[in-house]
Nanobody
Framework: QVQLVESGGGLVQAGGSLRLSCLAS????????MGWFRQAPGKEREFVAG????????YYADSVKGRFTISRDNAKNTVFLQMNTLKPEDTAVHYC???????????????WGQGTQVTVSS
C-alpha cells in the first residue's frame, strides 16, 4: 500500500514557475514507476510526466516537453515536478500516481494522491 500526498500548487502568472512535490508513504516507494497527471475542468485526466524507479528514464507529454522536469529522491520518498514557463493552459489539478511500469494510461496506475491545484493567470 502506498499513500501519496501532493503539495506545491498555487497561483502564478504566465511565464512563472512552480515546483510540485509528492511525498509517498511506505517502504516500497523506490520500486514504483511514478507519474504526474493533470485534469482541467471538463476534460479527461491526462499524462504529464513519468519517471522510472531509478530516475534514469523520464517521459513527458509533448505539451510540457522542454518546460517541465520530473525527478525523484528515493531516500526521501518524494517525486518532484519542476514546472517552468507556465502557460494558462497548464491550469489544472495535478496528481501524482504510482504504478508498476511506464504508461500514459491512468488506468495502469495503482495509487493516487488527492491532487494539488495549479492556476496560471494570463
Amino acid at each position: 500500500q502506498v499513500q501519496l500526498v501532493e503539495s506545491g500548487g498555487g497561483l502564478v502568472q504566465a511565464g512563472g514557475s512552480l515546483r510540485l512535490s509528492c511525498l509517498a508513504s511506505g517502504r516500497t516507494f523506490s520500486t514504483y514507476f511514478m507519474g504526474w497527471f493533470r485534469q482541467a475542468p471538463g476534460k479527461e485526466r491526462e499524462f504529464v510526466a513519468g519517471i522510472n524507479w531509478s530516475g534514469r528514464s523520464t517521459y513527458y507529454a509533448d505539451s510540457v516537453k522542454g518546460r517541465f522536469t520530473i525527478s525523484r529522491d528515493n531516500a526521501k520518498n518524494t517525486v518532484f515536478l519542476q514546472m517552468n514557463t507556465l502557460k494558462p493552459e497548464d491550469t489544472a489539478v495535478h496528481y501524482c500516481a504510482a504504478g508498476r511500469s511506464f504508461s500514459t494510461r491512468k488506468y495502469e496506475y495503482n495509487y493516487w494522491g488527492q491532487g494539488t491545484q495549479v492556476t496560471v493567470s494570463s
